[in-house]
Each structure stands twice: as C-alpha cells, then as structure tokens.
C-alpha cells in the first residue's frame, strides 16, 4: 500500500514538474514574443550625412535583420548639424552619421554623444577614424582626390599645383566647404600638413578656380564638361559615375591628400538607446563593412576587401589629426571665404 501511494506521488511530482515546465516554456515564449513586439514597435530615428544608396542598403538590411523600424532623416553635415541645432531643446534623432569626423568630434566635445564602449567589431575598425572612449566610430572613409573629365583632359594630373597651369584656366572647381563636410575636411587637413598650401590655394583662385556647390554639385559640373576637373573630389562618387559609364577618373595626388573618415555616434538625449546600439554594431559588422565596400566607400574594417576603387594603402596620405580639428576648420573655412570674397 504504501508502496503504491509513493508511486502514486512520484507520478504527481513528474506531472506536475511537467505543468511547471510547460508554464515556465510558455513565460519564456510570452516574454519573448512580447520581446519581439516591443522591438518591432520601435522607430530608430537616423540622421545621415549619406551617401543615398547607401543609407537605403544600410536600413533596409538592419530592418530585415533586427526587426527594428528606422525613420531616416538624409542631408548634408551642414544640414543635420543645423538640424540638431534646431532640435536642441526637443531632440528627435537617436543616431547620428556625419560626413566629417572632425564635426562629430564637435559634437563629443559639446557633451550631445554618449559613450558605447562596448560596441561590437570595434577592434577591427580603424582606431584613427575612431573616438578612443567609444563615442564615435569611423565606420568608413572617402580619399579626396582630382576628380577629371577624361573626354576633355589631354594629361591628366598628378599634383596639386598642377591646377595653376595655363590648362585648367577657368577649367576646375571645389565643392563649397561651408556646404560639404568633406570638403572642409580636405582644406583643414592639407593646409595642416602642408606649408605652402595656402599659397597653392591662392594659385587656384588666380587660374579661374569656381567654388561649386555641394560634392554633387562640383562633379556633375566635371561630368556635363562644364569644368574639366573638381578639386577635393569625393572619391566614392567619382567611382561611382565611371562605373555609370560617364566620363570621369580620379587621381591621387603624389605628394598626398586627405582621407576623410565618416563615423556614426548615439545622441546623447536618444530614445531608443538599445536599438541604437544594434544600428551602431551592425554597421560595424562584416555584413555592414561589405555594404560600405559596394558604394565604393573605404571600409572601416582594413580586412573587407574594396570593389573597383583603390585600397587605402594605395593611396598617398596626408597624416592628419581629427580630435579637436572642429575649431581649427572654422578658422580654414574663414580664411577661404575671405580669400574668395
């Protein structure tokens, strides 16, 4: 008898262990559904400096693949930082993607990031186009070249100061630099590095120079002949245009030029930090590197191989040092203006 009634409570025990079991399986199932819907709810706001199709690939794979909505705000540096500006008092964006490292370093220095140090692939990125404390990451980068029309151009050039010859009197144009990141980039970095910049700078202006616009604005003039050659040519677009069949190369100049990194930061003030962090890892993971690599931008990530465009240690540098670069451009930016007054 009593043997039967310890079977009997064994068989209660293991029944009702199971009934546990099935409750605890079917909490984690909830939680995890309900997971899944709160994640799917979410919208993470992106402001980005571009390139288009890009940030599309880039939304559209982090989409699929988290689950997470994004709303997705494009313009220039200049534009987002006006907008941030504008939204100070009632912030809107959680992600920020600037075309200028030196002005998202603007924005570390005027406390509008937040630290993420525990960002994954972050050892793989290159640690110069990065913020060492984990407030930005310089995901990708664009080298500013010679971008010319190989229709009208009989030599190319292979220098700087090539541009002040009688060749291209009234035949080569900038991007305005209060209007492109990397424009701006490019003159604080060259005449950084070099002595005799400004002075070559000058030369331009003297041979007819046109400042053109935003980076688009500048090659399209070189694509339709207008100009025979854009000075601080964004190399990804250039490359872009001739795999489009139009008539356009890029050269680097042999005495150096300008990498311009371009990183992605969380606001300070974001709503949605976690999603936030899953924007940052994705495109700081292979799957986001080979993204960067097909837009004919330089890779973060040395070891993700680049299509139809030269390799970062292909191209001649010049060092340049970003942390604290933001004051410095507004200086550059004053004397160009001044100087084309």
């Given at each position: 008898m009593k043997k039967r009634r310890f079977k009997l409570w064994a068989t209660a025990g293991?029944?009702?262990t199971l009934a546990l079991a099935g409750c605890g399986n079917k909490q984690v199932e909830e939680q995890q559904q309900a997971s899944a819907k709160t994640q799917a709810e979410q919208v993470l706001t992106v402001y980005s400096a571009g390139p288009d199709g890009l940030a599309a690939n880039i939304q559209q794979a982090f989409e699929e693949k988290t689950g997470i909505k994004v709303e997705m705000f494009q313009g220039t540096t200049g534009k987002i930082l006006s907008r941030l500006e504008a939204e100070k008092n009632n912030p809107v964006a959680d992600i920020v993607v600037l075309a200028s490292v030196a002005s998202m370093d603007g924005l570390k220095a005027t406390a509008q990031l937040q630290s993420y140090k525990d960002a994954e692939n972050k050892e793989n990125i290159n640690p110069t186009w990065s913020d060492g404390e984990g407030y930005y990451f310089g995901y990708s980068a664009s080298?500013?070249?010679?971008?010319?029309?190989?229709?009208n151009t009989k030599q190319a050039p292979t220098d700087w100061a090539?541009?002040?010859k009688a060749e291209w009197q009234n035949k080569i144009n900038i991007p305005d630099p209060s209007l492109s990141g990397s424009a701006?980039?490019?003159?604080?970095?060259?005449t950084e590095a070099e002595k005799t910049a400004w002075a070559t700078v000058e030369t331009w202006k003297n041979n007819g120079l046109q400042v053109n616009g935003a980076n688009k604005e500048a090659l399209d003039a070189v694509i339709t002949g207008e100009k025979n050659a854009t000075i601080a040519g964004v190399d990804y677009m250039a490359y872009k245009a001739k795999a489009d069949g139009e008539p356009v190369e890029i050269v680097y100049p042999k005495s150096g030029t300008v990498v311009s990194p371009r990183a992605v930061g969380i606001l300070k003030d974001a709503k949605h930090v976690e999603?936030?962090?899953a924007y940052v890892d994705f495109l700081l993971s292979d799957e986001g590197q080979k993204l960067v690599a097909d837009a004919y931008l330089l890779p973060g990530n040395k070891e993700i191989a680049v299509?139809?465009?030269?390799a970062l240690d292909e191209i001649p540098q010049l060092q340049v040092e970003w942390a604290g670069a933001e004051a410095k451009q507004l200086d550059v930016l004053t004397k160009f203006i001044d100087l084309f007054r």
């Amino acid at each position: 008898m009593k043997k039967r009634r310890f079977k009997l409570w064994a068989t209660a025990g293991i029944l009702l262990t199971l009934a546990l079991a099935g409750c605890g399986n079917k909490q984690v199932e909830e939680q995890q559904q309900a997971s899944a819907k709160t994640q799917a709810e979410q919208v993470l706001t992106v402001y980005s400096a571009g390139p288009d199709g890009l940030a599309a690939n880039i939304q559209q794979a982090f989409e699929e693949k988290t689950g997470i909505k994004v709303e997705m705000f494009q313009g220039t540096t200049g534009k987002i930082l006006s907008r941030l500006e504008a939204e100070k008092n009632n912030p809107v964006a959680d992600i920020v993607v600037l075309a200028s490292v030196a002005s998202m370093d603007g924005l570390k220095a005027t406390a509008q990031l937040q630290s993420y140090k525990d960002a994954e692939n972050k050892e793989n990125i290159n640690p110069t186009w990065s913020d060492g404390e984990g407030y930005y990451f310089g995901y990708s980068a664009s080298a500013l070249g010679i971008a010319y029309n190989t229709k009208n151009t009989k030599q190319a050039p292979t220098d700087w100061a090539d541009l002040a010859k009688a060749e291209w009197q009234n035949k080569i144009n900038i991007p305005d630099p209060s209007l492109s990141g990397s424009a701006v980039d490019f003159l604080f970095g060259y005449t950084e590095a070099e002595k005799t910049a400004w002075a070559t700078v000058e030369t331009w202006k003297n041979n007819g120079l046109q400042v053109n616009g935003a980076n688009k604005e500048a090659l399209d003039a070189v694509i339709t002949g207008e100009k025979n050659a854009t000075i601080a040519g964004v190399d990804y677009m250039a490359y872009k245009a001739k795999a489009d069949g139009e008539p356009v190369e890029i050269v680097y100049p042999k005495s150096g030029t300008v990498v311009s990194p371009r990183a992605v930061g969380i606001l300070k003030d974001a709503k949605h930090v976690e999603a936030a962090k899953a924007y940052v890892d994705f495109l700081l993971s292979d799957e986001g590197q080979k993204l960067v690599a097909d837009a004919y931008l330089l890779p973060g990530n040395k070891e993700i191989a680049v299509k139809n465009r030269a390799a970062l240690d292909e191209i001649p540098q010049l060092q340049v040092e970003w942390a604290g670069a933001e004051a410095k451009q507004l200086d550059v930016l004053t004397k160009f203006i001044d100087l084309f007054r």
